[in-house]
Protein backbone atom coordinates (compact mmCIF):
# COMPACT_ATOMS: atom_id res chain seq x y z
CA UNK A 1 0.00 0.00 0.00
CA UNK A 2 2.93 2.50 1.13
CA UNK A 3 4.60 1.12 -2.05
CA UNK A 4 1.87 2.01 -4.11
CA UNK A 5 1.97 5.48 -2.84
CA UNK A 6 5.58 6.24 -3.37
CA UNK A 7 5.52 4.97 -6.66
CA UNK A 8 3.39 8.12 -7.36
CA UNK A 9 5.88 10.02 -5.16
CA UNK A 10 9.11 8.75 -6.99
CA UNK A 11 11.53 10.78 -5.30
CA UNK A 12 12.36 12.01 -1.64
CA UNK A 13 14.29 14.97 -0.25
CA UNK A 14 16.50 13.47 2.23
CA UNK A 15 17.09 16.65 4.47
CA UNK A 16 19.38 17.42 7.04
CA UNK A 17 17.64 20.52 8.99
CA UNK A 18 19.68 22.22 11.82
CA UNK A 19 17.30 24.83 12.67
CA UNK A 20 13.77 23.96 13.27
CA UNK A 21 13.03 28.02 12.07
CA UNK A 22 13.48 26.32 8.59
CA UNK A 23 10.82 24.11 8.67
CA UNK A 24 7.58 26.15 7.48
CA UNK A 25 9.26 27.47 4.66
CA UNK A 26 11.39 24.16 3.64
CA UNK A 27 8.34 22.64 3.32
CA UNK A 28 6.76 25.49 1.34
CA UNK A 29 9.75 25.02 -0.93
CA UNK A 30 9.16 21.31 -1.26
CA UNK A 31 5.20 21.55 -1.93
CA UNK A 32 5.53 24.91 -4.24
CA UNK A 33 8.20 22.91 -6.58
CA UNK A 34 6.20 19.97 -6.99
CA UNK A 35 6.81 17.40 -4.13
CA UNK A 36 4.50 15.90 -1.35
CA UNK A 37 6.73 13.97 0.70
CA UNK A 38 9.91 14.36 2.16
CA UNK A 39 12.42 12.45 4.58
CA UNK A 40 13.47 14.41 8.26
CA UNK A 41 17.01 12.86 9.20
CA UNK A 42 16.98 12.07 12.85
CA UNK A 43 20.69 13.63 13.09
CA UNK A 44 20.63 17.07 14.66
CA UNK A 45 19.14 18.50 17.60
CA UNK A 46 15.99 20.34 16.10
CA UNK A 47 15.22 17.38 13.74
CA UNK A 48 12.31 16.16 15.78
CA UNK A 49 10.73 19.58 16.16
CA UNK A 50 11.31 20.33 12.93
CA UNK A 51 9.54 17.30 11.67
CA UNK A 52 6.78 17.97 13.66
CA UNK A 53 5.83 21.40 12.10
CA UNK A 54 6.50 20.16 8.77
CA UNK A 55 3.71 16.95 9.57
CA UNK A 56 1.40 19.56 10.00
CA UNK A 57 1.03 20.20 6.47
CA UNK A 58 -1.94 18.25 5.09
CA UNK A 59 -0.27 18.39 1.51
CA UNK A 60 3.26 16.65 2.45
CA UNK A 61 3.90 13.37 3.99
CA UNK A 62 6.84 13.17 5.97
CA UNK A 63 9.16 10.57 7.27
CA UNK A 64 11.59 10.55 9.91
CA UNK A 65 15.23 8.93 8.84
CA UNK A 66 18.53 7.74 10.44
CA UNK A 67 16.17 5.91 12.64
CA UNK A 68 18.27 4.19 15.07
CA UNK A 69 16.32 3.47 17.87
CA UNK A 70 12.63 2.29 19.21
CA UNK A 71 12.66 5.53 21.20
CA UNK A 72 13.39 7.53 18.42
CA UNK A 73 11.08 5.72 16.17
CA UNK A 74 8.30 6.07 18.84
CA UNK A 75 9.13 10.21 19.08
CA UNK A 76 9.04 10.79 15.28
CA UNK A 77 5.69 9.25 15.22
CA UNK A 78 4.58 10.69 18.25
CA UNK A 79 5.68 14.36 16.34
CA UNK A 80 3.36 12.85 13.20
CA UNK A 81 5.84 11.10 10.97
CA UNK A 82 4.01 9.18 8.41
CA UNK A 83 6.99 6.69 8.05
CA UNK A 84 10.28 5.73 9.06
CA UNK A 85 13.44 4.54 6.81
CA UNK A 86 16.59 3.45 8.87
CA UNK A 87 20.04 2.93 7.30
CA UNK A 88 20.22 -0.29 8.07
CA UNK A 89 18.07 -4.04 8.71
CA UNK A 90 17.24 -3.85 12.50
CA UNK A 91 14.52 -6.48 12.82
CA UNK A 92 13.58 -4.54 16.49
CA UNK A 93 12.88 -1.97 14.89
CA UNK A 94 10.81 -2.91 12.00
CA UNK A 95 8.89 -5.30 14.21
CA UNK A 96 7.68 -2.69 16.55
CA UNK A 97 7.16 -0.93 13.27
CA UNK A 98 4.76 -3.20 11.73
CA UNK A 99 3.28 -4.02 14.83
CA UNK A 100 1.53 -0.50 14.83
CA UNK A 101 1.29 -0.28 11.56
CA UNK A 102 3.61 2.54 10.46
CA UNK A 103 5.42 1.96 7.24
CA UNK A 104 8.69 0.76 7.62
CA UNK A 105 11.98 1.27 5.37
CA UNK A 106 15.15 -0.44 6.29
CA UNK A 107 17.98 0.32 4.70
CA UNK A 108 19.64 -3.26 3.29
CA UNK A 109 22.73 -3.17 1.10
CA UNK A 110 23.16 -7.30 1.20
CA UNK A 111 21.30 -10.21 -0.40
CA UNK A 112 21.22 -11.81 2.84
CA UNK A 113 19.65 -8.51 4.78
CA UNK A 114 16.74 -7.85 2.11
CA UNK A 115 16.30 -11.71 2.86
CA UNK A 116 15.79 -10.64 6.46
CA UNK A 117 13.48 -8.03 5.45
CA UNK A 118 11.41 -10.24 3.54
CA UNK A 119 11.46 -12.51 6.34
CA UNK A 120 10.02 -10.17 7.82
CA UNK A 121 7.28 -9.08 5.61
CA UNK A 122 8.24 -6.05 4.20
CA UNK A 123 8.01 -5.47 0.66
CA UNK A 124 9.93 -2.01 0.90
CA UNK A 125 13.50 -1.81 0.85
CA UNK A 126 16.18 1.15 0.71
CA UNK A 127 18.59 -0.17 -0.79
CA UNK A 128 21.82 2.13 0.80
CA UNK A 129 23.80 3.88 -0.35
CA UNK A 130 22.90 3.10 -3.74
CA UNK A 131 25.73 4.32 -5.71
CA UNK A 132 28.87 2.82 -3.63
CA UNK A 133 27.13 -0.19 -3.67
CA UNK A 134 27.56 -0.89 -6.92
CA UNK A 135 24.23 1.29 -8.30
CA UNK A 136 21.67 0.21 -11.09
CA UNK A 137 23.86 -2.49 -11.58
CA UNK A 138 23.91 -3.93 -8.51
CA UNK A 139 20.50 -3.43 -7.67
CA UNK A 140 19.51 -4.91 -10.53
CA UNK A 141 21.28 -8.21 -9.89
CA UNK A 142 19.47 -8.06 -6.38
CA UNK A 143 15.51 -7.45 -7.72
CA UNK A 144 16.33 -10.21 -10.34
CA UNK A 145 16.28 -12.79 -7.08
CA UNK A 146 14.17 -10.87 -5.03
CA UNK A 147 11.40 -10.41 -7.21
CA UNK A 148 8.55 -9.27 -5.07
CA UNK A 149 10.79 -6.98 -3.02
CA UNK A 150 10.75 -3.05 -4.05
CA UNK A 151 12.96 -0.57 -3.68
CA UNK A 152 13.89 2.63 -2.89
CA UNK A 153 17.73 3.13 -3.77
CA UNK A 154 19.24 6.24 -1.48
CA UNK A 155 22.93 7.42 -2.09
CA UNK A 156 24.73 9.17 -4.70
CA UNK A 157 21.40 9.93 -6.41
CA UNK A 158 21.59 12.61 -8.39
CA UNK A 159 19.77 13.94 -11.62
CA UNK A 160 22.05 11.99 -13.87
CA UNK A 161 21.23 9.16 -12.38
CA UNK A 162 17.87 9.23 -11.18
CA UNK A 163 15.96 8.07 -14.54
CA UNK A 164 18.37 4.60 -14.38
CA UNK A 165 17.18 3.73 -11.25
CA UNK A 166 13.77 4.48 -11.92
CA UNK A 167 13.72 2.78 -14.91
CA UNK A 168 14.05 -0.61 -13.03
CA UNK A 169 10.55 -1.97 -12.53
CA UNK A 170 11.29 -2.73 -8.77
CA UNK A 171 12.50 0.83 -8.18
CA UNK A 172 9.17 2.53 -6.94
CA UNK A 173 11.15 5.75 -6.00
CA UNK A 174 15.20 7.45 -4.97
CA UNK A 175 15.86 9.52 -2.18
CA UNK A 176 18.67 12.14 -2.41
CA UNK A 177 19.76 15.34 -0.53
CA UNK A 178 20.36 17.24 -3.52
CA UNK A 179 17.47 18.70 -3.58
CA UNK A 180 17.75 19.87 -0.16
CA UNK A 181 21.36 20.80 0.63
CA UNK A 182 22.29 21.42 4.07
CA UNK A 183 24.21 24.96 3.38
CA UNK A 184 21.40 25.87 1.27
CA UNK A 185 19.12 25.59 4.13
CA UNK A 186 21.82 27.22 6.51
CA UNK A 187 21.55 30.45 4.24
CA UNK A 188 18.10 30.17 3.67
CA UNK A 189 18.08 29.92 0.07
CA UNK A 190 14.66 28.73 -0.13
CA UNK A 191 14.40 29.71 -3.58
CA UNK A 192 17.13 27.95 -5.05
CA UNK A 193 15.70 24.19 -3.03
CA UNK A 194 11.96 25.51 -4.89
CA UNK A 195 13.78 25.89 -8.23
CA UNK A 196 16.32 22.38 -7.67
CA UNK A 197 12.82 20.64 -6.62
CA UNK A 198 10.90 21.60 -9.79
CA UNK A 199 13.96 20.60 -12.02
CA UNK A 200 13.88 16.98 -10.52
CA UNK A 201 9.95 16.99 -11.04
CA UNK A 202 10.75 18.14 -14.81
CA UNK A 203 12.93 15.90 -15.14
CA UNK A 204 10.66 12.83 -13.56
CA UNK A 205 8.22 13.74 -16.10
CA UNK A 206 10.00 15.01 -19.35
CA UNK A 207 12.90 13.30 -18.83
CA UNK A 208 14.65 15.94 -19.87
CA UNK A 209 16.85 18.28 -17.00
CA UNK A 210 16.46 22.11 -18.00
CA UNK A 211 18.87 24.10 -15.58
CA UNK A 212 18.65 27.69 -17.31
CA UNK A 213 15.46 28.73 -15.51
C1 LIG B 1 21.44 10.02 3.57
O1 LIG B 1 20.81 9.37 4.38
O2 LIG B 1 22.15 11.01 3.82
C2 LIG B 1 21.31 9.54 2.19
O3 LIG B 1 22.17 8.52 2.00
C3 LIG B 1 21.51 10.61 1.21
O4 LIG B 1 22.52 10.28 0.34
P1 LIG B 1 23.01 11.39 -0.68
O5 LIG B 1 23.54 12.50 0.14
O6 LIG B 1 24.07 10.70 -1.49
O7 LIG B 1 21.81 11.76 -1.50
Not at 18 to 40: F, H, K, M, N, Y
Not at 97 to 122: H, K, M, W
Not at 124 to 142: H, Y
Not at 158 to 168: E, I, Q, R, T
Request: with cysteine.
Amino acid sequence: MFCEELRKIRLVPVVVIEDAAQATPLAEAIVSGGLSCVEITLRTDEALTALGTMAARLDLQVGAGTVLTLGQAKAAVDRGARFIVSPGMSPSLVDWCLARQIPVIPGCATATEIQLALERGLDIVKFFPAEQLGGVKMLATLAAVFQNMHFMPTGGISPGNLLDYLALPQVVACGGSWLVRTNWLREKRFDDIRREIARAVELLETGVRNDHD
